[in-house]
Every structure is written in C-alpha cells, then in structure tokens.
C-alpha cells in the first residue's frame, strides 16, 4: 500500500524544493556494464534532491553531508518500491518515492495523490481523454494509453499526455510513442499554441513564452524531464519514462517489440484556484471535499468514469467542466491571477 503522508509536512518539504535543485540533476545512463557507484554531494542550501539511478539499475548513490552539525555524511540509495526515481531528504538520508510524496502526483497505472493527501487510482480507458482538473479559468485533460490483460477486466492504462487550457492558450505536453527506449533520447513533445517548442538537451535549457511571459518551460535533466510553470497559477513536473520488459513481465503489462508504452509520471502544484474547482484530481482541492473511497484499500479507485470523459484533448465538454464559465464574485478572489500572468505588463 502507498505510503500516506499528512498534508502540513507535504507542503513544507515540497516548498524546500526549489526548482534550481530540480535543474541541478542529470540522468544516469545506462550502459551494457553497470558504472562503479556515482557519489555526488547536495547542491548548497538544498535538504532535497532526487536521485535517478538509470532505468532498471541501482547504480548511484548520493551523499548527504551535514554542513551545520559537522555530523559524519551518510550515503542514500532508492528503495526497491521506486528503483528509478526517488527523493532523499539530508543531511538525515531519509528516501522517498516520488510519487508518494506530494499532493498532484499522476504515476504509472495511473495513481494520484489528491489535495487532501490520500492516494487512488482512476483507470479510466485506453485511447480516450479524461478530465483530471477543471476550474473557471483553467483545465487539464489527460489522453490514456493503455493494454488489455484477458485475465483481468479492465485495462491497463497509463497517462501519454496532458492538454492545459487557460486564457485562450492552449498547452500540450506529451510522450513520444516509441518501439524502444532510450534514456539518452528525449521522448518529449511539448507544443504552446500548437507551436512545437524544441528544447535544447542540455539539463537547465529553458524556454520562455513571448505571449505569456509568466509561462516557462524547463529540463532537469539532458532528456525526458521538464518543469511546466505559469507562475502564480501551476507547475508541473513531468517526467517522460517507458514500462520496461521486466516489469512488463512481472505485472503482464503487455509490452511489444513496436511499443514500449511510454507515458508520463506528473507532479502538480496548484496556486490559483477556485473552491468551485472539479475533475479526477481537482475536486480533491475543494474545501468542501468528502473522500468516500476506502482509503485502507490496497488499490482505492475513484470511479464515475462518465462525469470526467472529454471528447478530445484540448475539450472541455466533461460532464464537470468548469472552464470558460463567467467567474462569480465569490470564487473571482481565489481564482484571479491567469488574467494577470497572461498580460505582458505582468512579471
């Protein structure tokens, strides 16, 4: 079972997260022969950091180093539940797995950590679009992928893209279908106003909206790891990764010699929204939400799958949308900053 963690220390370790720490960090590569151990040490003033060890290797560790107490430095490694991808909070080398971590997260078969803290599932289906978040002036659409297992009833599936729509904007960011993986090649598609935006790949490459100046786009590593930001509205941490034969074998995913079924693992920070907010993961973030899911469940799942199907990336036509609708005077107060970071006066 996921672990669960309460919502005060979710926010203060996610705010100690800056995003120069997320820059800082590189991809490991993986070769025929596993490298000797990496040893790298924490970037200064920095308690967080993520480690990623490569896919389907455990080669790197990390150092944390106690600056203030002189205490001797501990070596960290990801645990077996998050081999690819983890967070070690120093100097005590205590390691989390990402998407146990924070409120927003979307990883693999598709698991969210809600607003309030607990965590579920939405299988949605294959091939379809889903409304995950939808407020007055701001929506999110997820497009599925997925698999079907003849020994279970429903598919395996798996998030391939997100569209986010705000103002008149129109934001896509998605992975690259692809037969094999390559962690060296970036699998990203990202477009703004179906521009195609190309980053270069070198981790810290940025780029910058001219319509939106609050708008960036950022890598964290030379391929397949970005940070999505509106400031004062959203950021997403979105990392493109593929379901590797192993565990495609353990779990009778079903993956191909053409597809390796790449998708994307999602983190969301909200900022500006409304208490009227909707969607799979949106309406974890009303005031006024009851969750009524088993949360003692090994796999909770949130069904009502018809209230959140969209009928296409970019449309807002779920049975919750919220988006485009005249904003009230009462949620206008919680919900009013896209207006301003879309107008080049603002930043």
Not at 288 to 302: A, E
Request: with cysteine; charged share 20%; glycine share 8%.
């Amino acid at each position: 079972m996921a672990v669960r963690w309460p919502s005060p220390a979710v926010a203060a370790l996610w705010i100690g997260a800056s995003l120069l720490v997320l820059c800082t960090l590189m991809a490991s590569s993986a070769s025929a022969q596993a490298p000797p151990p990496q040893v790298r040490k924490v970037p200064k003033g920095s308690n967080l950091v993520v480690i990623k060890p490569g896919v389907g290797k455990r080669n790197s560790k990390f150092t944390c180093t106690d600056t203030k107490k002189k205490r001797p430095g501990c070596e960290a490694t990801c645990p077996s539940r998050c081999p690819k991808e983890c967070l070690v909070l120093c100097p005590s080398c205590m390691t989390f797995c990402l998407c146990d971590f924070y409120a927003g997260a979307s990883c693999g078969d598709p698991r969210f950590t809600g607003g309030d803290g607990n965590n579920f599932y939405f299988h949605g289906k294959k091939n379809q679009d889903f409304c995950i978040l939808s407020d007055d002036d701001l929506h999110i659409n997820a497009h599925f992928i997925g698999n079907h297992n003849p020994a279970t009833s429903r598919d395996f599936t798996w998030i391939q893209a997100v569209g986010v729509m705000f103002a008149h904007h129109r934001l896509h960011l998605g992975a690259v279908r692809s037969a094999h993986w390559d962690s060296a090649v970036d699998h990203l598609d990202l477009a703004f106003d179906d521009e195609r935006i190309d980053l270069a790949p070198a981790d810290g490459a940025r780029w910058s909206s001219a319509s939106v100046p609050g708008l960036s786009i950022t890598r964290t590593a030379q391929a397949n790891n970005v940070v999505v930001e509106l400031k004062g509205v959203f950021r997403i941490v979105a990392n493109a990764v593929p379901i590797t034969a192993e565990e495609s074998k353990v779990h009778s995913y079903g993956v191909t010699a053409d597809d390796c079924l790449a998708h994307l693992d999602l983190g969301f920070k909200f900022q500006a929204l409304s208490d009227d907010v909707h969607g799979v993961l949106g309406q974890t973030y009303r005031s006024d939400y009851v969750n009524k899911l088993n949360v003692t469940s090994k796999m909770p799942i949130m069904g009502g799958t018809a209230d959140y199907v969209s009928s296409a990336l970019f449309a807002s036509d779920c049975a919750v949308t919220r988006f485009g609708r005249p904003a009230s005077a009462a949620t206008a107060a919680t919900a009013g900053g896209i207006a301003m970071v879309t107008d080049a006066k603002y930043v």
